[in-house]
């Protein structure tokens, strides 16, 4: 497995990636690698010829007051895991080599970026837009892989490969959980051991919504009500928003199959985000 930190390597090895007719699979992180990661490795080691994935923590996507100098970091079991599991090249750019200086161009997706954390994380989508086409263009993968824990930002990935004619294919895996249903996330390294246990309170409530709508409940504030309760009842926890949302992430007045209940919930210092489709 190859680590390169220069743009100029990582196009090359591409460049001869391409010359043989290989086709390229790319999972871009911010590391601090888990399970939910480790998923979509294995699926392009099956699926491609060529594994990179990018380690980065992107400063462009945290708000000023957000946890950029605290999001968690460990290159070193990093690059163990990713070797398991099958990557062939690590990325793992410094923040110069992504944005030098006098770096002025950004990517803004509209509408479907406005709603859920695009309103408590302004800029954020922005940031990630604009890592994700440099990325792309460095890489140039046939398969991107996102985790759907992130569902806004690979709706948004997905609408801005369209948008913007870029020829590759944008999948997004399933979310990968613990035991006690906790999405698997780099910040749950964050959380105290109370609040911990506490967070299972997330999948738990999206599970109970989930069986309401099953029960023939379609009133959405009956559903995200009785969620809030359930997630306030944590000592705590403050709610960025609970909300049932169609394809295009509109709001919806009536519960229809295959809207999804999104939610972001923080707890002490450490916002979690999490959804399922019902
Ligand atoms: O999901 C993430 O880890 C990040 O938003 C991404 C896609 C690597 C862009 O920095």
Known sequence: ???????????????????KGKRIGFIPTMGYLHEGHLSLMRRARQETDVVVISIFVNPKQFGPKEDYRRYPRNIKKDERLARLS??????????????????????????????LCG??????????ATVCCK??????????????????????????????????????????????????????????????KDAAVLY???????????????????????MGRMIKAKKGTRIDYISIVDEGLAGVKRVKKGNMIALAVWFGKTRLIDNVIV
């Open 1 to 19: 497995m190859k680590i390169y930190r220069k743009t100029r390597d990582v196009s090359a090895f591409v460049k001869s990636v391409k010359a």
């Open 119 to 128: 309103v408590f994380r302004p800029g954020h989508f922005r940031g990630v």
């Open 135 to 196: 990325l792309f263009n460095i890489v140039r993968p046939e398969i991107a892989y996102f985790g759907w824990k992130d569902a806004q930002q690979a709706i948004m990935i997905k609408r801005m490969v369209k948008d913007l004619n870029m020829d590759l294919a944008i999948k997004a895996l399933p979310i990968v959980r613990e035991a006690d249903g906790l999405a698997m996330s780099s910040r749950n390294k964050r959380l105290s051991s109370r609040q911990r």
């Open 86 to 115: 099958g990557v062939d090249l690590i990325f793992y750019p410094s923040v110069s080599q992504v944005y030098p200086k006098g770096y002025l161009t950004h990517i803004d997706v509209e509408g479907v970026t406005e709603g």
């Open 204 to 226: 738990k409530a999206l599970s109970i919504a989930r069986r309401l709508i099953r029960e023939g409940q379609k009133s959405p504030v009956a559903i995200t009500s009785k």
